[in-house]
């Protein structure tokens, strides 16, 4: 079959049919953190403790951003050494099975230990679910398949909201729900994993023991992506993180909390459904630098919008479907740009470097940003703020080769 512009058989279909699936539960596991944390912390913080739930919040995004940045490099470097396929396998029994156990949570802390684990087995599984497709899909249709791999985290998070509406808002049923739904994972894993392939390029590097120097890695690419993920990732953990909450501290009732909360977080990823794939086709029409480009400059003008300028809490819903296309469509660029800057042997290493090492202060800013909105008494001046890291990524973005109509190297 003939479509994306390029021909397309079982295996590739089906190597994207896995990966989407997989980074589908990733974001499922990730979002639901984020719609549940007030009512979790209500439950779990002594009375004593709730007026600092922002702090504590913020401490359980950061010890799963801290969970994701280690099981990141870790897995990225497993799987350029052991394989895409097993690698992929074991991270998704990982964040599976801890997803699931942190419904059984009967303290803020072991909460906190259960996502760090569930980070650790989430950060392993992007780097060799997209080195296992842009090995495995052809030139034409390679920057099209990403876009489409990267919209499955936001399909994720929207399948956690529109739960969330459902079970939470609707039904009053506890958080612990979602996270139980969360261990799905395990049983996927175990009726697909034989149908699972591995990356036919991969297979041949490392047969042909392709021997490079640590200076590949070390090459003057990576620096340069490093602050472009850097913007992308504190700008995402630290700003958009808290549209949910955001949302529910407009509301002036406990049932719209849930529900402002909940059609937040759906009309955000709707958005950043449409802003990765679109991604995709724009970067191989366009290019990968100025489309970057532009994505960062939308979310910087949209951050004060949504965050300071605007108090109608419906408008602030509504305005989810551009700030998600902006902020959340700028992941795309981790599955296009990057795969085509390092050779097969040190792609899944080098790119799972790129997309998680700056959850590392992506964690700080997530417990940074938690106390500027207790410092500056709400979250419009504490996104405001944080929005300026956007401006790095514009400059980093072009310090970066274009790569537009590029084979992937070996």
């Avoid at 919040?57 to 951003?65: D, E, R, S, V």
């Avoid at 895409?84 to 419904?103: D, E, K, N, P, Q």
């Avoid at 899909?137 to 994720?156: C, D, E, M, V």
């Avoid at 449409?274 to 970057?292: E, N, Q």
Wanted: net charge positive; hydrophobic share 55%.
């Amino acid at each position: 079959m003939v479509l994306l512009g390029a021909r397309l058989g079982r295996r590739e279909w089906g190597v994207l049919g896995v990966a989407l699936l997989f980074w589908v539960l990733d974001g499922y596991a990730t979002y639901v953190l984020l719609l549940t944390v007030v009512p979790s912390l209500h439950e779990l913080l002594p009375p004593a403790l709730l007026p600092m739930l922002p702090r504590y919040a913020g401490y359980l995004i950061a010890l799963t951003l801290f969970g994701w940045a280690s099981g990141g490099i870790l897995g990225g470097r497993v799987g350029d050494l052991l394989g895409r396929r097993r690698t992929m396998i074991l991270a998704v029994l990982v964040y599976g099975l801890f997803t699931g156990l942190s419904a059984l949570a009967t303290s803020w802390w072991m909460l906190g230990v259960l996502r760090l684990l569930t980070g650790i087995g989430i950060g392993a599984e992007w780097g060799v679910g997209t080195s296992l497709l842009q090995e495995s899909w052809p030139n034409a249709a390679r920057t099209k398949g990403a876009g489409i791999l990267q919209a499955g985290f936001s399909l994720g998070a929207l399948f956690a909201s529109g739960l969330f509406v459902l079970l939470s808002a609707h039904l009053g049923l506890s958080w612990r729900v979602l996270y139980g739904i969360g261990a799905l994972p395990v049983i996927l894993v175990a009726l697909v994993a034989r149908q699972i392939p591995e990356s036919r390029r991969w297979v041949a590097a490392i047969q042909g023991e392709g021997k490079l120097t640590k200076r590949a890695l070390g090459s003057r690419h990576l620096v340069p992506a490093l602050l472009v993920s850097l913007s992308i990732t504190v700008g995402w953990w630290a700003i958009s993180s808290w549209v949910p909450t955001y949302a529910a501290l407009l509301a002036h009732s406990v049932a719209a909390k849930a529900a402002l909360a909940g059609l937040a977080g759906v009309l955000y990823n709707v958005g950043e459904i449409f802003g990765c794939i679109l991604f995709g086709f724009l970067a191989d029409r366009l290019g990968r630098r100025p489309v970057t480009a532009s994505y960062f400059l939308g979310a910087l003008v949209m951050t004060p919008v949504v965050f300071l300028l605007v108090k109608n809490p419906l408008v602030v819903v509504l305005l989810q479907l551009l700030n998600g296309y902006l902020s959340g469509g700028l992941y795309s660029w981790y599955a296009i740009h990057p795969p085509e800057l390092f050779p097969t042997v040190l792609r899944a290493t080098a790119i799972s470097l790129i997309f998680n090492s700056s959850r590392y202060l992506a964690m700080v800013g997530a417990i940074v940003s938690s106390l500027l909105v207790q410092a500056f008494g709400g979250l419009g001046l504490a996104a405001t703020t944080f929005a300026l890291v956007y401006l790095l990524g514009i400059v980093a973005i072009f310090l970066l080769p274009e790569t537009r109509g590029e084979p992937l190297p070996d």
